[in-house]
T-cell receptor, first 112, second 114 residues
């Protein structure tokens, strides 16, 4: 079945860029998502990218999609303490009937 | 503003008890979902519903059932709670789109079964 994989932890110094990586297996993926979960809260959509795009930028966030390698990344520029959270990569397709497949989440911690 | 609420933030139950987790959304969404979240395993889909009185099994439905009598409310039921059901439970809702189905999540219910 479909699978989404990402590393569990990432530690970054405040002010540096964070890059969170994700790989997926479903070649029919239509949309790729990044969700953020802050401590004690549910998930919140950060951004998404359509599969025919290579890149999407939104303020400090840059999403890169390599469809050939089925690789998605999220870059956070000028990482701040408020960026500490768990980041989930996810994918959906037209055939998945509104279901989204989530990765295990990457916990981003910020060092002073 | 989009809102998904869950009846409890924290719940402690005993093995064998029947447990109800309630979720309400105010966005008139057709789709509703129940996930459990465990460290290192991410979100796993338990059940989902496309419409009132409709339900579909997700990846891990064993030990759970659901009820959707009204469009805005989706209930998760643990018929006989067991310790391996200790987890964070997340409810979400969405409206069908052209493949892009942003899900809106509630704050979660952390259930402990003793």
């Amino acid at each position: 079945g479909e699978d989404v994989e990402q590393s569990l932890f990432l530690s970054v110094r405040e002010g540096d860029s964070s890059v969170i990586n994700c790989t997926y297996t479903d070649s029919s993926s239509t949309y790729l998502y990044w969700y953020k979960q802050e401590p004690g809260a549910g998930l919140q959509l950060l951004t998404y990218i359509f599969s025919n795009m290579d890149m999407k930028q939104d303020q400090r966030l840059t999403v890169l999609l390599n469809k050939k390698d089925k690789h998605l990344s999220l870059r956070i520029a000028d990482t701040q303490t408020g960026d500490s959270a768990i980041y989930f990569c996810a994918e959906s397709s037209y055939s998945s009937a509104s279901k989204i497949i989530f990765g295990s989440g990457t916990r981003l911690s910020i060092r002073p | 503003d989009v809102k998904v609420t869950q009846s409890s933030r924290y719940l402690v139950k005993r093995t064998g008890e029947k447990v109800f987790l309630e979720c309400v959304q105010d966005m008139d969404h057709e789709n509703m979902f129940w996930y459990r979240q465990d460290p290192g395993l991410g979100l796993r889909l338990i059940y989902f519903s496309y419409d009132v009185k409709m339900k579909e099994k997700g990846d891990i439905p064993e030990g759970y059932s659901v009820s959707r009598e009204k469009k805005e409310r989706f209930s998760l039921i643990l018929e006989s709670a067991s310790t391996n059901q200790t987890s964070m439970y997340l409810c979400a809702s969405s409206t069908p789109g052209q493949g892009q189905d942003t899900q809106y999540f509630g704050p979660g219910t952390r259930l402990t079964v003793l």
